[in-house]
């Protein structure tokens, strides 16, 4: 199977079996980096997708959560070449691994040399907050190449031709950004965030996953019904940096 | 993003860029520029671009701005000629006064016009970042003027080195919110000023101070200080009869810079020098020369020449001018460098401090750290160039420098109060 095919792969599985998809996020070696894939494995073992966090300096979409733990991570000595590394040499992971990254690290890594380096780490698909689909013509060239999937944001204040447009363009899944804002956000979902999901739903012929401020089960459980999967990142990140088992936390989540 | 251009993609992009036709639909100059944003401010920015070209060709728009610029901001800025500067220097120096202008620097230009700009589409607050907190303080000033709301973003380092102006944001009645993320200065103020505008794009408006930023910004930025450039060819040719062989301007996001520049790029006669922050010298970290030393890269929503590492993260730089602590420069610098119109050179801290206080004594004017550096790059070009007639941005005053002013001197002296020795003919 072509690695972006595997991500929906994976999250058609759990649709099947009836429960919601989990997508959790960790920035790579954080809080620690000795201990990535072990974390990494963990995390996995609950998830039906990871998505790993390559952090960066500058992460103007993140929340103080993510930020808090991509400067630790930068601090510890990570970079991309660094995580590439280490999953190419990490083996028995089978949960599908998406890279979340800043558009700068990648462009240092050189396109090309990345979607290679990637799909010869298991990687299966890339988001990239600040790449909008107008300007990311050469980059997912370069996936293409490697069959890497290019992972679409869509956000509740994308108009409806362009949520069409975005919905068609994306490969592995569609990111519902549920609240038009910053990652790890406290308050309560929007009110309207369903008929949202649904909207984006009717556009989607891959699954669709909501995420920004996940962070309870009942809130799993009420995304769940109008999406194929949730993203949990800041709340995993918090629960990871206070040294707490993250299969206990990501279990609650799915009501288990 | 190829950004090796060849030589008649050079000339054919500045003939571009001179006939106007530049950004294009696209929003890029040439390889750089582009919107490379959240998907969130997507739309926003599209909205905001419709509301530029509706607002710049729309009369009243422009009629009102003009008479705003007049009667509020005090323009025109004067055209001084610096008399024991020429002596010194060997030529003939004239100096383009942002510093006169209300709330003194160029920085007033663009806000006020990006604040009307801001009650035009409807905003019901304003966002604005700050540096040296000159772009700070003529956001609240603008703000209070057209009557919205400011929340002014500036790092905590930048809120100890330039004290004074945090007060006047202050007493012009913004919300200054202290960041203490990332490096702390300027660029960890764009970053924080971004994350308010995705939380709350429907009803903020952004109001960016510098040619940096997504498509519009870099445009409209020019736009608005093209008015320093426009000024000062019109003056200096009725004040001599010609015009200069040379104009100089710092550069840091290159507001100031794009401002003199951008209407003299088809007066081909005319040298265009811009002047970035050499901080402490060569290597990583220890400068803010961008174009000098950079590469390309995307940081804050354009793919323009940046100061980042092997693994693309972004540097820390250093400038004694927080107006200049920036480790980027506008798209639109990023091709003048390219196609070779411009040509960037730096000035270190040390340079530029000796420079605050020649142009002190010599003129009985205090230019801000970041315009002392234009004036370094200009001294030196005299050096090579006598007899010739040169225009230097003086992008602002330097009241808001005195904290470190004071510093400085009683660093490298054991006394505080120590005479200025320096003498002039």
């Known amino acids: 199977m072509l690695p972006h095919g595997k991500i929906a792969s994976a999250l058609n599985v759990a649709t099947a079996a009836g429960r919601v998809a989990m997508v959790p996020f960790m920035t790579a070696g954080y809080p620690e980096r000795d201990g990535f894939i072990d974390t990494l494995r963990e995390v996995a073992r609950y998830g039906d997708v990871v998505e790993i966090g390559v952090p960066f300096t500058d992460p103007m979409a993140d929340g103080v959560t993510i930020q808090r733990s991509s400067h630790a991570a930068l601090a510890n000595g990570v970079s991309l070449q660094w995580i590439l590394d280490e999953l190419a040499g990490a083996s028995g992971i089978n949960t599908p691994l998406v890279l979340m990254s800043y558009l700068n690290p990648l462009l240092a890594f050189g396109f090309d040399a990345l979607a290679k380096h990637a799909a010869q780490a298991g990687v299966c698909g890339f988001i990239v907050p600040d790449l909008p689909y107008e300007e990311s013509g050469e980059f997912r060239s370069a996936l293409a190449t490697e069959n890497l999937g290019m992972i679409q944001l869509v956000t509740p204040a994308t108009p409806e031709a362009r949520l069409e447009k975005l919905c068609a363009a994306s490969q592995g899944f569609i990111y519902a950004v549920t609240v038009a804002g910053i990652t790890g956000g406290s308050q309560d979902l929007p009110v309207d965030v369903t008929d949202y999901l649904d909207r984006v739903k009717s556009c989607a012929s891959i699954p669709v996953c909501a995420g920004f401020g996940v962070r309870s089960a009942e809130q799993v459980a009420e995304l769940g019904a109008h999406a194929d999967g949730v993203i949990v990142g800041s709340a995993l990140v918090e629960q990871l940096e206070a040294g707490k088992d993250p299969s206990i936390f990501l279990q609650q989540l799915v009501g288990k | ?425």
């Open chain 2, 1 to 425: 993003m190829r950004v090796d251009l060849t030589k008649a993609e050079r000339k054919k992009l500045l003939m571009q860029l001179i006939a106007g036709d530049l950004p294009d639909a696209r929003g890029r100059y040439g390889p750089f520029g582009g919107r490379y944003v959240p998907e969130t401010l997507v739309p926003t920015l599209e909205r905001m671009e419709r509301g530029v070209h509706e607002s710049l060709s729309d009369e009243t728009f422009l009629g009102e701005l003009d008479r705003e610029l007049k009667q509020w901001v005090g323009r025109p800025t004067p055209l001084t000629f610096a008399g024991r500067l020429s002596r010194r220097w060997g030529v003939e120096v004239y100096l383009k006064r942002e510093d006169l202008a209300h709330t003194g620097a160029h920085k007033i230009n663009n806000a006020l016009g990006q604040a009307l700009l801001a009650r035009r589409l409807g905003a019901q607050r304003v966002i604005a970042e700050t540096g040296a907190g000159q772009h700070g303080v003529a956001a609240a000033a603008a703000c209070a003027r057209v009557d919205i709301p400011c929340t002014v973003y500036m790092g905590a380092v930048d809120i100890e080195r330039q004290a004074p102006n945090v007060d006047r944001m202050y007493q012009l009645g913004a919300t200054l919110v202290p960041v203490q993320s990332g490096d702390r200065t300027l660029r960890a103020a764009i970053d924080e000023a971004f994350r308010d505008w995705v939380s709350n794009h429907d009803n903020s408006y952004y109001l960016l101070g510098s040619a940096v930023g997504p498509h519009p910004y870099p445009y409209l930025v020019q736009r608005l200080q093209s008015v320093i450039g426009t000024e000062a060819r019109a003056q200096i040719l009725a004040m001599t009869d010609a015009l200069p062989d040379a104009a100089f301007a710092c550069v840091g996001g290159g507001s100031n810079a794009i401002g003199l520049f951008h209407p003299l790029l088809a007066d081909e006669s005319i040298e265009l020098i811009g002047i970035e922050a050499g901080g402490r010298g060569t290597g990583l970290g220890h400068n803010a020369a961008t174009l000098a030393t950079g590469r390309p890269g995307v940081l804050h929503g354009s793919y323009s020449i940046l100061l980042y590492d092997d693994d693309g993260q972004i540097q820390e730089t250093h400038s004694v001018s927080a107006g200049l602590d920036y480790p980027g420069v506008g798209p639109e610098h990023a091709l003048l460098q390219a196609t070779g119109r411009v040509r960037y050179v730096s000035a270190t801290d040390t340079e530029a401090l000796e420079a605050v206080h020649e142009c002190c004594s010599a003129e009985g004017i205090l230019p801000a750290l970041e315009s002392a550096h234009a004036l370094v790059g200009a001294r030196n070009w005299a050096r090579e160039n006598p007899g010739k007639r040169i225009v230097i941005g003086l992008s602002g005053r330097g009241d808001k420098d005195q904290p470190t002013l004071s510093q400085q001197s009683s660093d490298t002296n054991d006394t505080v109060e120590q005479p200025r020795s320096l003498t002039v003919p």
